[in-house]
C-alpha cells in the first residue's frame, strides 16, 4: 500500500521542462505561474543529469491542468528574454545586410562567426554596409583576381616592385642558397642581409600586390552593380582600417 502511494505521489509531479513541452508553456510561463501563486504545489529537486546543474523544478500536474488557461495567457517571455531576443534579432539583421550571394559562383559569404569583421561589426565601428563592401572585395580579391596565385609566385610578386628591387627579391635567395655551402663568419652575415632583404622585398611586393589586385576587386565588382559606383580604393582602405585586417 505505502509503495503505491508513494509511486502516486511521484506521479502527481512534472518536471517544468516535460510540463512545457506537454502544454505548449514556455519557462517564464511557468516560473511566473508560480511567483503570480497559481501554481503553489511545486518543489526543487537536484537535477537528475547534472549533479552541478542548477535545481530542477517538479510542478504538480494536476494543478497545472486547472490553471492552464490562465497560465497559457501569461507572458511567453521574461524583459531579459524579450531584450536577449531582440539584440539578437538586431544581429541577424546586421548579418543579413553584411551578407552576399556572390552573381559570379553562387558563392554566399558573410562575416564568419569570431571574426575581426564580425566583432567590428557588432561592436559598432563598421556598419553593415560597410560589412558588406568588405566581404564583396575580400571575395573578390581571392575568388576573381589572380591575386593567391601572385602570393605564390615570386616572379610575380617581383614584377610590383620597380625593377632594380624586383631583380633584387628574385636574387636574393639564390645568392643565399650559394652562400649556404661557404663557412665563417662573413658569409653567415651576408646570408643574415639576404634574408632579411628577401623578406622586407617580398613583404612589400605583397602589400603592393594586395593593392593592386583589391582596385581591380573592386572595379570587378562595381561592374556586377555590388558596390557603390563611386567607391575609391582609398575609401575602401579607410574602411578596412575600422577593422584589423586578416587575410
Ligand atoms: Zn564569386
Redesign the pocket.
Known amino acids: 500500500m505505502n509503495g503505491e502511494r508513494g509511486s502516486d505521489s511521484r506521479r502527481r509531479y512534472i518536471y517544468k521542462s516535460t510540463a512545457m513541452k506537454k502544454y505548449g508553456l514556455t519557462s517564464n510561463q511557468v516560473e511566473e505561474a508560480i511567483r503570480r501563486g497559481l501554481i503553489t504545489d511545486f518543489k526543487y529537486v537536484a537535477n537528475p543529469h547534472y549533479l552541478s546543474a542548477p535545481q530542477a523544478l517538479l510542478i504538480s500536474e494536476e494543478e497545472l491542468l486547472g490553471k492552464l488557461e490562465e497560465i497559457k495567457k501569461l507572458p511567453r517571455y521574461s524583459e531579459a528574454e524579450r531584450e536577449k531576443r531582440r539584440a539578437y534579432r538586431a544581429k541577424r539583421k546586421m548579418l543579413e545586410i553584411a551578407s552576399f550571394e ?1 552573381p ?4 554566399k559569404t558573410m562575416p564568419l562567426k569570431g571574426s575581426l569583421t564580425r566583432k567590428a561589426l557588432y561592436q559598432g565601428q563598421l556598419t553593415p554596409e560597410e560589412a558588406r563592401i568588405v566581404a564583396v572585395v575580400t ?2 580579391r581571392h ?2 583576381t589572380e591575386y593567391d596565385h601572385a602570393r605564390q609566385n615570386l616572379e610575380r610578386l617581383a614584377s610590383f616592385l620597380r625593377p632594380e628591387e624586383g631583380e633584387m627579391l628574385l636574387q636574393a635567395l639564390n645568392r643565399y642558397l650559394r652562400l649556404k655551402r661557404r663557412r665563417g663568419r662573413r658569409a653567415r652575415e651576408e646570408r643574415e642581409f639576404l634574408l632579411e632583404d628577401f623578406r622586407w622585398l617580398r613583404a612589400k611586393a605583397l602589400e603592393k600586390a594586395k593593392r593592386a589586385y583589391t582596385k581591380e576587386a573592386i572595379e570587378k565588382a562595381k561592374r556586377y552593380g555590388l558596390l557603390p559606383q563611386d567607391l575609391t580604393l582609398e575609401q575602401y582602405e579607410r574602411i578596412v582600417e575600422k577593422i584589423i585586417e586578416e587575410d
Open positions: 556572390c559570379l559562383c553562387s558563392m571575395h573578390f575568388a576573381h
